[in-house]
Each structure stands twice: as structure tokens, then as C-alpha cells.
């Protein structure tokens, strides 16, 4: 059966791919919406961190009332172990109610679905993508149920997982794997974050409940077994890697292992199909960057949508203005966050000290925190 669809198709209906439909319709511009998984698929046990940006892109679209289980970080500790220099950012300081916000992934996907109900956004759930064919006119998506469907713009927001996903531009294994759990530990939080860094890699608090979400970076080899130790062994080899600053480590939840990847594959700039987050690139994830940049590129895209004439939609000039609006953000937090994981994630002396000094020196001068705080929290463009 083919069809024809007016405006955008999205596919994806992932918090990017929702949050463009979303911002689409505000922007007075027809979204479809097609998603692999079934309706009832299982809930991400994931925790994502929001930034202040990410809040007010939420907050536009009248998504951010209707979340749950949301821990502001108020303050944000980083250190390095065995090494001098410190660096305290606060939200105060730069007069925003939190620097971010921590919350379920799944309490984020449960509202965005919702909004795209009460919006009467259309979304087939169970619809796997095979591949998209373009031509200068139009993009043609065909379905693994035999349908095909045509729109002057697709935008991809799978994450990346899709059969014809491109090869990347630019990417690089860390060779290391993130172990994420939530941690309970003697202190309470304060709504303050902790970003450590190690020689083995950075190691992340996060304030969620009234506990911590922990991301500890390591070698894969080493990941494994971390993840795999009994609980008391874990807590015991936690606090002898982070360190006591939030006390004893009292408890820990189940431990999961993602493997760590930088990966640009960018935008398609010239055959009407624009790929949006995870899609596009993927980060590591200290500093929080990764999420913030897609939902970035959605709120963008469905931004530029809005400023293009019917005609011009999907048009290889529209896509390249695409292209140029997001380069300066996405390349400037992948080499960001590429930079700290390189900088930081070893023992080498010069380094060690040159790290110290460096954080040193933005606790010591508040227009350079500011500066590197507000690009944390919106991006590029600051």
C-alpha cells in the first residue's frame, strides 16, 4: 500500500523523536510518527540528566508539569582523585532555579507519550523500518509490513539502530563501559552532583530521590567485574574509588554495563532524510551532554521547519541550513566531552598537574565558570 504524507515523518517515537513532533505542531507543521517497538514495550530502566536548556525546551511544549520523579542538581562538585584542584559550580551563582535535573527515562518517555495523545499527534507503534529510498523531490520510507509511505522530509530518530543507519563520519572506542546503578550513602544529598575523575575514567553522582544514580567508568574488562561483585564488595571497592565525601556507601541496586563510543555521523544534508540525536552522534557521557544536544536538534529542526514554506520542505538548502545551525553545538560537545575523557583518564604527571591547575584556576575566576557553565546548560550558543 502506498502512501502519502504531508509535513514531516518521523521514525522514532524516543523522547527526540517525540519532542520534534511536538515542537513540529507547535510550529504549525503536520508530524507522523512511526516506532519499532510495540505500545506495551518495557519501560527503560535508564536515568537520564536534563539540562536547564533541555527543561525550558519541555517546559514550551507543556511536557515539563506533567513529569514525576524529577531531583534538581543545585550544585555540581568536580575533582580529581589523588590530585589537586577543585571546581564548584552552583546554580545560584548563575541565577537558574538548577543547573539540571534527574529523572527516570521512563517517567520522561511516560509524559512525552501522553502529550503526543492530548496533541493528537499520530503514532504507530510495532512499525519497523526496512529502508528509505530519496530523490530530490520526495522520501520514500518502506515498512517491514509491506507498506511504503513518501513525505518531503524524514527525520530519523531511532537512535541510530536501524538497518540502513549510515557509517560515521568520525568515531572512537574508549575501550571502556559505563556501570550504572542508584546508590543509597550515609550523607544526604543536597541536590549536589559529584563529577570525579580517575585515571580509569570519570565517576558520576547524580542526586535522584533520596539517593544517588552512580555512573562509574572503567575498562571493559574491568567493568564486568565490577558489575558482578556481591553487594558488599561493591560498595567497599565504590568507596575506595570515589572516595568519602558523601560518607559510607550504604547500598546499591541492580548493575547494568553500556559500552562507550564516540560516533558523528551528522545530517544528510542533500536527499531529504535529516538524522536527529543518538542518530547523529553519539557521546560519552560525562558532563551530560549527549541527551541535551538531540533534544537540541529537535526543537532546532522543528524550529526551522517552521520558518521553511511548504515547497521548500526537505529541499537540500534547507537541510544544509540544517547542517551549518547545529555543526557549531554538536561538534563543539562531542570535542568537549572527547577532551575531558582524553585530558583526564590517566595517571600521566604533567597532566596530572596541568588537570589541577586547570580546575584550580575556574574555581578561581567566575566569568570563566559562568562561561563554561551556560555552555553545559544551553549548548554552543551559551
Known amino acids: 500500500m502506498d502512501e ?10 524516543g523522547p527526540v523523536g517525540a519532542v520534534c513532533a511536538l515542537a513540529l505542531q507547535q510550529q504549525g507543521v503536520a508530524a507522523r510518527v512511526l516506532e519499532a ?33 524529577v531531583t534538581p542538581i543545585t550544585r555540581i562538585h568536580v575533582s580529581q582523585r589523588g590530585a589537586l584542584g577543585v571546581t564548584r559550580l552552583s546554580a545560584a551563582e548563575l541565577d537558574v532555579p538548577a543547573l539540571g535535573y534527574v529523572l527516570p527515562y ?19 507503534y510495532g512499525v519497523a523500518v526496512d529502508r528509505i529510498q530519496s530523490t530530490a523531490d520526495t522520501a520514500t520510507l518502506h515498512t517491514a509490513d509491506g507498506r511504503t509511505l513518501t513525505a518531503p522530509l524524514v527525520a530519523v530518530a531511532d537512535g541510530g539502530r536501524g538497518e540502513e543507519a549510515p557509517k560515521p563520519r568520525f568515531e572512537r572506542d574508549y575501550d571502556q563501559m559505563a556501570v550504572v546503578c542508584d546508590v543509597q550513602t550515609e550523607l544526604p544529598h543536597a541536590s549536589q552532583a559529584f563529577e570525579r575523575f580517575t585515571p580509569e575514567g570519570p565517576a558520576a553522582l547524580l542526586p535522584k530521590g533520596a539517593g544517588y544514580a552512580l555512573v562509574w567508568t572503567a575498562s571493559v574488562e574491568a567493568a564486568g567485574r565490577i558489575a558482578a561483585l556481591p553487594d558488599g564488595e561493591f560498595l567497599a571497592a565504590l568507596y575506595r574509588h570515589f572516595g568519602g565525601r558523601q560518607g559510607l556507601f550504604l547500598h546499591a541496586g541492580p548493575r547494568k554495563t553500556f ?11 542533500a536527499n531529504r532524510v535529516v538524522r536527529i540525536g543518538n542518530a547523529a552522534q553519539t557521546l560519552h557521557p560525562v558532563a551530560g551532554q549527549g541527551f ?8 532546532e529542526l522543528a524550529s526551522l521547519c517552521g520558518d521553511t514554506s511548504a515547497s521548500e520542505m526537505g529541499s537540500a538548502a534547507m537541510l544544509a541550513a540544517y547542517a551549518r545551525s547545529r555543526r557549531g553545538d554538536v561538534l563543539g560537545g ?15 604527571p604533567p597532566l596530572r598537574y596541568a588537570r589541577g591547575l586547570g580546575l584550580l584556576a575556574l574555581e578561581a575566576l567566575p566569568p570563566l565558570k559562568r562561561f563554561v557553565a551556560r555552555r553545559m546548560m544551553f549548548g554552543a550558543r551559551g
Do not use: C, Y
Open 334 to 348: 562531542l570535542g568537549f566531552t572527547d577532551f575531558l575523557v582524553r585530558t583526564f583518564s590517566n595517571d600521566i
Open 37 to 69: 517497538q510495540p505500545a506495551d514495550a518495557r519501560a527503560d530502566t535508564r536515568t537520564l540528566a536534563l539540562s536547564h536548556g533541555s527543561r525550558l525546551i519541555l517546559d514550551r511544549l507543556g511536557v515539563w508539569e506533567k513529569l514525576a520523579d
Open 292 to 299: 541535551n544536544i538531540g533534544l537540541r536538534d529537535a526543537w
Open 106 to 124: 521512563a517517567a520522561l518517555t511516560a509524559a512525552l507519550k501522553q502529550a503526543l495523545r492530548e496533541a493528537n499527534i499520530a503514532v504507530e
Open 4 to 13: 502519502s504524507v504531508s509535513g514531516v515523518l518521523i521514525v522514532g517515537a
Open 259 to 269: 559500552p562507550l563510543r564516540l560516533a558523528w555521523t551528522g545530517s544528510e544534508a
